[in-house]
């Protein structure tokens, strides 16, 4: 896998509508199924769970960032929804309106927290933000992402 292949296109949802966490992250997890990158559904969302019980996922700043490794996960792809209304993630100053899913092999090595360490690094930033609030087009959300955390 190349950064390129992190995220694309269709990992990309500008106007993610859930009334909670659970429902953004299936709605997430599903187009890793469809992109062929979860084999299997269930199994995924299960330790995206077990993970979100261990800490919350939610940054200051409206951000969330659900994360696990999974045996369903067949190569450490990054999902990214952005909500109009917010997701409450557990941040202590309210709801995330970007999210980034990120999903890891459960065998694979320190990808996903290379990955998360570069997006943490970038939320820093309020124009990293603010592009991604502003964006009108997948394809050059995934692209901004993809030379951002390369």
């Known amino acids: 896998m190349t950064t390129s292949d992190l995220i694309t296109a269709d990992l990309v949802d500008l106007g993610l509508d859930a009334p909670g966490k659970e429902v953004a992250i299936r709605s997430l997890a599903e187009r ?3 992109a062929g ?11 995206i769970a077990a993970r979100e019980e261990q800490m919350a996922t939610g940054l200051e700043g409206g951000i969330g960032i659900p994360h696990c490794r ?3 996960v067949t190569t450490p792809t990054l999902a990214f929804g952005r909500s109009t209304a917010g997701v409450d993630f557990g941040a202590p100053d309210g709801p995330a309106k970007l999210i980034f899913l990120i999903a890891a092999p459960e065998g694979g090595g320190s ?5 998360l360490a570069a997006i943490a690094r970038r939320l820093v930033r309020a124009e990293f933000k603010q592009h991604l609030l502003d964006a009108t087009d997948p394809g050059e959300v995934a692209d901004y992402i993809v030379s951002e955390v390369a």
């Not at 990158?37 to 330790?47: E, K, S, W």
């Not at 990808?111 to 990955?115: G, R, S, T």
């Open 32 to 34: 890793l199924v469809s």
């Open 37 to 47: 990158r979860v084999t299997d559904l269930d199994v995924f969302l299960t330790d």
């Open 70 to 72: 999974s045996a369903a």
């Open 111 to 115: 990808e996903h927290l290379k990955v």
